[in-house]
């Protein structure tokens, strides 16, 4: 069974104010096309003002995560990642007229909310999830902070936070499924110490804070004096304490809210990967600088294990799956252009073929003359007829089918193919086959050396 990618149905927009400016921002979720992945579109700067949601781009961790991309800058992305991570969408845009994300009120519920109303869709292309076979860890000692990956079934985390204050004490928070995102932690609102909201004002630096959207929690005396003078610059009536250590402008919603809300956070800083996979992520007091160091941990880990998992391992004594002559009886190709030896591993996704090179090859005395290289254009062919097997062999008489292009896109070369050479062709499907259609990304190797790739259209077609 196929997982397939999601995005939304319809654009929805938001309208609120930006935590640092002040400043009215109008936010638009939109759908996007598969394979697009998740992408901010700064429109106050223009139509193809792009900046990837992708780790590489993370320019600050102050206060929040910053992305930029040649330039182009958006601030405080965490929440609205989150939002688009608990519904487990794959690909989307996310215009905003100005430098940063409405705050709103301090969650991503208003974000998951508007999503909740634009609708998802499955698009026809398959999510690839990537497992975490071994442990990951990022600690830092100085900020007393470690993340940690394990292997899981399915992607969770556990957050757990101590201040060493006794006003908030040590909390602890978890997400086991995505389906509980929605009502268990898109709600968590962000919190502040507010000898922290004191500078923050002093500095002029959250023009679009107020105490609607941050839960405030008092960890040092204050005197009637700083309250009075809070309220007037907050345009409040009058602002107390309560028993709890808590400014009295919100309730919680959650005894453990700040530690939801740090949970949230990871989460949205996770999208940052660029790929979804299972895990089981145990973070022990993160932050945003904290979680983007262990993010790039993450990032490399998936890109070796991508790359190790895609070099195919053949053992020539081993018995194949199809020898030459299983071959010949599903395509109809013989010499000089039949360009399958073996085919050594197969599932209902994905195939692996072996082309022996040798130099009695028919093309080599043209290809050069003096120095025989493979063609190109012969070693797609060859690939080809390695995805097509996969196709064939699901038809009860594949004798009585051919396999023709219909698109060939993202071919590259890495290095020469010589006489005595293995190829060694790995086809993945791209999308469930559909109305005999099927698209493939092909990679071939010779020993570990990736040598040649291309993504793969093809129809299959009933011989006249």
Known sequence: MFEKQKTIKEPVTITGVGLHTGKTVKLTFKPSDKDSGIRFLRTDLGSEAFVSAEVNNVASTVRGTTLEEDGRRIATVEHVLAA??????????????APETPIL??????????ISKAGIIEQEAAREVVEITETVKYINEEKGSEIIAIPSDRFR???MIDFKTKVLGTQHASLDQMSDFKKEIAPSRTFVFLHEL????EGDLIKGGDLSNAIVFVDHKVGQSELNKMAILFNKPSIEIKDGGMLNNLDLYYNNEPARHKLMDILGDLTLTGKPFKAHIIANKPGHASNIEFVKKIKKY????????????????????????DIKRMLPHRYPFLMVDRIIEMSDSHVVGVKNVTVNESFFPGHFPGEPIMPGVLQIEAMAQTGGILNLSTLENPQDYNTYFLKIDNVKFKQKVVPGDTLIFRLDLMAPVRRGICHMRGKAYVGNKLVAEAELMAQLAKNK
Not at 84 to 97: H, L, S
Not at 105 to 114: C, E, L, Q, Y
Not at 306 to 321: E, F, G, R, T
């Open 198 to 201: 004191e500078q923050l004002l």
């Open 105 to 114: 009120d301090g969650s991503a519920k208003p974000f998951a909310d508007a």
């Open 157 to 159: 985390i556990s957050c």
């Open 302 to 325: 998936i890109k070796d294990k991508l790359a190790s998992n895609d070099i195919p391992q053949y053992d020539p004594s081993a018995k194949p799956v199809f020898d030459i002559n």
């Open 84 to 97: 688009i991570a608990g519904f487990e969408i794959d690909n989307i845009i996310i215009e905003v007229d």
